[in-house]
């Protein structure tokens, strides 16, 4: 598999390139983004590893003139921003998953073989974390390849979380995320939803997702 690293720290496109060749990929790496917008564009790859702070033009208009010319290949960005607004404008750029440097290697790893992976079916913005999968086109969430109907709130918390996978988000965070002006969100109905949410997604599984952090709040993460 043919992996396109468009990354401007040398010493972070060194490591990844080191490593993806330890995992049987074949690498090529640019270091901005023009010339990482031409490669994408004239060579086929499996997928594309994609920094969003670059030289010469930023990871965002490379995946959008990407997609404009329906090149398909998955990508996977890589930003040291770990803010929402970055996530989600990067979701409806068409990127297909998101990882936060500093990132676990291994992670890396089983990301970029799941968009790979994904591809061969249709790409489409999936968030997946052990076997809960979440769809932002059609805001469907399964569980174990079962579908499972969320209120607007109870999504909108879901993603949230999941788009934070392993912080730890504190029930006035989360408030202000669903903040709904016609109604007044105590902070304690945060705990209301993650209830809901707990029973639906969780109960009677043997590999729990959302977790408690005492006197902190709630964080969405595997266990393993
Ligand atoms: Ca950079």
């Known amino acids: 598999m043919k992996v396109l690293v468009i990354e401007d720290e040398q010493d972070l496109a060194d490591i990844i390139k080191q490593g993806l ?13 023009e010339e990482g917008l031409f490669m994408a564009e004239n060579y086929p ?20 003139r990407l997609r404009a010319k329906k090149v398909k290949v998955p990508v996977l960005v890589l930003t040291a921003r770990g803010g929402m607004g970055d996530k989600v404008r990067g979701l409806d750029t068409g990127a297909d998953d998101y990882l936060v440097k500093p990132f676990e290697f291994p992670e890396l790893i089983a990301r970029l073989k799941s968009i790979i992976r994904r591809n061969k079916g249709e790409a489409s913005p999936l968030i997946a974390i052990d076997t809960l999968t979440i769809d932002i086109n059609s805001r469907t969430v399964t569980r174990d390849d079962k579908e499972i109907p969320l209120s607007a709130r109870e999504y909108r918390i879901l993603v949230y979380l999941a788009l934070n996978k392993g912080r730890v988000l504190s029930r006035d965070q989360i408030a202000e995320y669903i903040y709904d002006p016609d109604h007044d969100l105590d902070s304690n109905v945060i705990d209301v939803y993650i209830s809901y949410l707990r029973n639906k997604i969780d109960k009677g599984r043997k590999n729990k997702l959302i977790h408690t952090i005492r006197g902190e709040g709630y964080t969405l993460k595997e266990i393993t």
């Not at 995992?23 to 270091?31: A, K, L, P, R």
């Not at 997928?47 to 033009?57: C, S, V």
């Open 45 to 64: 790859y499996d997928a594309i590893l994609l920094d969003i702070m670059l030289p010469t033009m930023d990871g965002f208009t490379v995946l959008h």
């Open 21 to 33: 060749e330890e995992n049987s990929f074949t690498v090529e790496v640019c270091n901005d983004g």
